[in-house]
């Protein structure tokens, strides 16, 4: 590494540290305006010259170059393929990875109801799955074939008609495992699209690339604000930041893993977070000296390095309850208590998108086979959004059948409502029911 890592150090009690620690939680991008216009420019591209568009694209940004855009798309045979020729070790992780992601996703699965109020109407609730969907997975820095099972099984769960994903193919090489995975998850169709204008496509739909209901699936900055330009046309699962963890530890903890776990959530790439809070001074120093000696070993180690010196932070509170007032106020996508008694301080965890409680459970083991989602909400927005699920591919809609003693009370209640809103053709439809 060009230069030593010297890891932040915040107290709680420190009068600079409201400051220090508010700029740790701002990680827009510092180019957010430039990274909007560019994405902006490539959405209308693709819905103006549709296929063509992509085509330029592809050669331009990931070096991936096709006669035509039939060529993005993948044959299922293909998928079928990659899957019989993967390493029969991976191949069994991989698939008892799926077993467990769809045996987590089957109890998430919401249910029709119906009652009978007094009056003899029935009201009740009807859950239908939407009709296709698009997944995106990245395939910049490193390939996701965990990805594909997390975003493609609860959709398949859910019975989505058709699953659709997009995944890039930097100078035209594509990952053998990812599209294994899709074979092995379910997923209709894929094409080798990335970006911004991956998401484009899905949304408004090219010549040969169909519109989709709704997108879920992460990505960089591009695709994340592509997301939010797209919001309304279709649905989407959440506008994805950069990935993210607090550790709360404490004396218990082990310094070696710890560092670790670190590394595991900074490899992602040079914005991810990596936080620990601990009442342990002797604890948070000795996971500096853990960091210090492990990670000049480390495969990726310059992009952890980077991650940890622009974003990471070893953070000293004064005892556990102030602990997770901090990491309420974070709302991290991945929230680790590796102390003594995790289920003691969980009530008073509000806010975060994945728990994993206790020092035997890593980080690392949600990304992958546990069977809760990978794909969580980031940059705060586990104050008001929740993992992806089987919740995100279906939508409910209200039944209500009246009785004549229902619409004879309901007709006078509406009308009066009505009445009050100045809406008289409300009234009159309303009242219409009486007779």
Known sequence: MERELKLRRLDAAAAAFEGDFSRLLDRAPADLAGVNAAVDDVILAVRSRGDQALIEYAARFDRHRVEAAADFELPRARLAQAWGNLDPDLRQVLDIAARRIRDYAERQRPEDWEYQDALGNRLGQRVTPLDRVGIYVP???????????????????????????????????????VLGAAHLAGVHRVFTIGGAQAIAALAFGTE????????????NAYVAAAKRRVFGRVGIDSVAGPSEVL???????????????????????????????CPDVALLDAVEAAVAKSLPVQPRA??????????????HVCDLDQAAEL????????????????????????????????????????DYC??????????????????????????????LEC?????????????????????AAHAASARSRKR
């Not at 490193?142 to 997390?150: C, D, G, I, N, R």
């Not at 310059?302 to 953070?315: K, N, Q, T």
């Not at 969980?346 to 994993?356: C, D, Q, S």
């Not at 009785?403 to 809406?423: K, M, Q, V, W, Y």
């Open 208 to 219: 040969t690339v169909p519109a989709v209901d709704k997108i879920v699936g992460p990505g």
């Open 327 to 366: 990491a309420n106020r974070v709302a991290p996508e991945h929230l680790q208590l590796a102390i003594r008694a995790p289920r003691a301080l969980l009530p008073k965890i509000r806010h975060a998108g994945a728990i994993f409680l206790g020092y035997r459970t890593p980080e690392a083991f949600g």
């Open 139 to 177: 395939g910049g820095k490193a390939a996701y074939p965990s990805s594909v099972l997390m975003n493609a099984i609860p959709a398949a769960v859910a019975g989505v008609g058709e699953i659709v994903m997009c995944v890039p193919a930097p100078g035209g090489v594509l990952d053998q495992a």
């Open 403 to 423: 009785s004549a003693a229902g619409a004879a009370e309901f007709a006078s209640i509406a009308g009066r409502l009505a009445d009050a809103e100045g809406l």
């Open 247 to 277: 550790i709360v530890a404490d004396g218990s903890a082990d310094p070696d893993t710890l560092a670790l776990d670190l590394f595991a959530q900074a490899e992602h790439d040079e914005t991810a977070q990596s936080l620990l809070v």
């Open 302 to 315: 310059a992009i952890i390095a980077e991650s940890l010196r622009r974003w990471g932070a070893l953070i």
């Open 370 to 399: 546990a069977g809760p989602n990978h794909v969580l909400p980031t940059a705060r927005a586990a104050r008001y959004a929740s993992p992806l699920g089987v919740y995100e591919f279906v939508k409910c809609s209200t039944l």
